[in-house]
């Protein structure tokens, strides 16, 4: 079944990561280009701690990683994680798809 | 081949199935509602389910497993949200220890089922997606809300340290 191929660790780190929207524009905006914290933390009606919690949050998860530049600490998206929460969808989708294949050779 | 449409929405980690059935709308919801012939369905090839306990009414559980091939055992539960027969249930599905108690660390999706009459036959709608820990916590129990408080705490001392 689908966690075995992710590890159910990672797993629940990746989804909790995933499960807030500022995160997930974090997660846009450090795909398209690599701010620094401090340019990122411009970008919302949050403080600068708030931001850092969630790139924090963003790479325990392993969905960012972040690379130090002089004073600057530069966040950069790793498509090869959300890649991963990408394909479990896809797996739930299979999931329900087999469900209702199965529910219909029932009601004939 | 009864899926009419499935709808991924990355963004939200949301997966939308329309499904139509030529049969009368109480035949559908049955699928669900009778433990028989849920664990007809429920299990993918190979991973039988057995439905130990099911109480469909808001905050109910629905305690299940399914067996492997090798005789290999996978227990999963249900909380239900929401239900009402014969037209919509919401519920959380997560795996669980051999007595339905949900296993922390590991996936947990909550499900809306809309189940309508349509052109002589039935509509079936099911919305899956990915819940985050941090919102089944809830339902887990006072270890729980221990470490809450205890976050919490931390944080209060953070402030003092400021």
Known sequence: MFVDCLGAMAFDELFR??????????????????????????????????????????????????????REQLVQTDRGAVDRARRALDELESTWRGRVDRMSDLLR | MSVTSVDKDYENLTVTLIADFDVPIDQVWELWSDPRKLERWWGPPGYPATVETHDFAPDGQVKYLMTGPEGDTHHGVWRVTAVDPPTSLEFTDAFAETDGTPIADMPVSTIRVRIVDREGGTR???????????????????GSVEGLQEAVGQIDALLVQG
Do not use: N
């Not at chain 1, 690599?34 to 600068?48: D, G, I, K, N, T």
């Open chain 1, 17 to 70: 990561a995933l499960a807030d929207p500022t995160r997930r524009d974090i997660l846009r905006r450090c795909a398209a280009s690599e701010p620094s914290v401090s340019r990122l933390a411009q970008a919302y009606p949050m403080s600068f701690a708030a931001v850092q919690k969630h790139v924090a949050v963003l790479e325990r998860a392993g969905l960012v990683t972040k690379e130090r530049r002089g």
């Open chain 2, 124 to 142: 079936m709608e099911v919305c899956a997606t990915f819940e985050s820990r941090e919102e089944m916590d809830t339902w887990v129990g006072t």
